[in-house]
């Protein structure tokens, strides 16, 4: 079993609505949860992360962590075309820990 | 703006060639950092630095090897490439020491295929 579980996707939704990506995960060490944007043949940028459990916004972007569950979201809301991307989570136990990823949901945006 | 570029976008090599893959990074960060990406597997650590000549195994080492002479630069090394080392090859970096590997700047990525 993978310490770290995402679906793959594709996920195809029209432009202007909220999309809901998940990761669950199984070590509970983990202590910081990131979410990487991966545009086709570019390297992954960090768009966000959190510290243990809460929420977290930053513009249209709102990360969700649920320790208790194991759980994280990523929710984009008026989704745009630009917004299409492969979205990554990723998440460590701090300190000089490695991260962890996903293996990536890929995600279209139809105008 | 961090910047972190890597030598080639696109590279071919033949079974048992020795490849250098160079990553150089423009913002003085201590950590640099090595990954393959596979589909359906994800990214995958090869091998991390924390400072110059210090370097650390990932999670898939085996048939690679690293370098980190000067700070601003980091070099995976394929002793004897091999078809199952066909990949893409991500390099990273990250600032300060301990506390922020998570916060990671990735290069374009070098596209390597083994013949």
């Known amino acids: 079993q993978k310490e770290v579980e995402q679906d793959p996707g594709p996920l195809s939704v029209p432009e202007g609505a909220i999309v809901s990506l998940n990761c669950t995960y199984s070590?509970?060490?983990?202590?910081?949860f990131m979410w990487y944007r991966q545009y086709s043949r570019k390297g992954p940028e960090l768009l966000m992360y959190?510290?243990?459990?809460g929420n977290k916004e930053d513009g249209r972007f709102t990360a969700q962590v649920d320790k208790s569950s194991k759980y994280i979201s990523l929710f984009i809301r008026d989704s745009q075309p630009s917004d299409s991307a492969t979205y990554l989570c990723?998440?460590?136990?701090?300190?000089?820990?490695?991260?962890?990823f996903g293996t990536g949901t890929k995600l279209q945006v139809i105008p | 703006d961090v910047k972190v570029t890597q030598s080639s976008r696109y590279l071919v090599k033949r079974t048992g060639e020795k490849v250098f893959l160079e990553c150089v990074q423009d913002?003085?960060?201590?950590?640099m950092f090595w990954y393959r990406q596979d589909p359906g597997l994800g990214l995958r650590l090869i091998y991390f630095?924390?400072?110059?000549?210090?370097?650390e195994k990932g999670d898939i080492p085996e048939g690679y090897s690293v370098s980190r002479e000067k700070k601003e630069r980091f070099s995976l090394i394929l002793e004897s490439a091999s078809t199952n080392q066909t990949s893409m090859y991500l390099c990273?970096?990250?600032?300060?020491?301990?506390?922020?590997?998570?916060?990671?700047?990735f290069g374009p990525g070098t596209r390597l295929t083994v013949t």
């Open positions: 990723a998440m460590n136990k701090g300190g000089y820990q490695k991260v962890t």
């Open positions: 959190t510290y243990s459990s």
């Open positions: 913002m003085d960060h201590e950590n």
């Open positions: 630095s924390y400072d110059v000549k210090m370097k």
């Open positions: 990273a970096s990250s600032p300060l020491g301990r506390s922020t590997t998570y916060e990671q700047y």
């Open positions: 070590n509970s060490a983990f202590q910081y």
